[in-house]
Structures are given as C-alpha cells and as structure tokens.
C-alpha cells in the first residue's frame, strides 16, 4: 500500500534542491556556471580548499601552541601568587615587630648624637618609610608576573596569521 501512488502524482526529481543552486545563483546541475569554465572553477574551488586546509592547519597549530602557553603561564601565575600570599603571612608580624625596633633605635641614636627629640622622631620615621616602600616595590615585582600576556600576544599574533592566510 505504501508503494502504490496515487493516480495524477508523478514521481519527484530524486536530486535534491541543494545540489542545483548555490549560495548565490540558481542553476541546473548539468550546466557550469556563465562566465567561467569548467577547468576555472575547478581550479579556483582546488585554491580554495587548499587555503582553508591550510588555514586549519595553522588553527589547530596555534591552538596547541596556546593550550600549552596557557598552561605554563598559569602555573607560573599561581606560583607568583602562592609566593606573594606566603610572604604577606609572613612578613605581617615580622614586619611590625622589626620596623618597631629597627626604626626605634635608629630614632634613639638620632637623639643620643643630635639631643634633639625631633631629628629622633624623624630618623624613626624614615626608617620606617624606607622599610616600607622596599617591601611594596619587592611586591609590585612579584605582582608583575601575574597574567597571561605572552598568551594574549600569541592570540594577537595567530589572529593576524589566519587573516594573511586569507588575504
């Protein structure tokens, strides 16, 4: 019963539509498109797919290049940062306790050869401020290695590749 066909249909072109119209243009399967030969489009189609082979190729490349540049620099991000919080932990009550006594007696010596209470009150101070501004510039180096920028100048320079490859 499935087989049998109504009387007055007729049986459908088995080609599928697809096949006899392009992006662009309508034309029958058998008929090469007007204005190019047959050996121009052939060869124009073979550059093509060779440029997007080729375009693959170096996607694929670039992506396991910056798969594993991602990985080193996360690694290293997260070493950088495992060695900034282990020094902030340590250096805090170090830091109080040696400022405190290192600034402290140079204050006390500022005073002892100057009999000015002043001139003591600014070599603790300075001291103090020495101390600090050491220990953030130490940090500020650390800080800079944290990020991904080797990776991003990889993407920047894969995106530029893959454009001349189309160009």
Known sequence: MKDEQKPGREKANPEPAAQRRGRH???EADQPSPGKSDGESAEQEASTLARAEAALTLVTHWTGNLQTLMRLEFERTLAAGKRIVALSL????????????TCAGLGLLAYYFSQSIYIGFMAFFLAQLAILVVILLYQNRLRSLLGFTQTREQVMEAIDDVRQTFK
């Open 25 to 27: 243009s309508y034309a």
């Open 90 to 101: 340590v250096l805090l009550p170090l830091a109080i306790t040696f400022l405190l006594s």
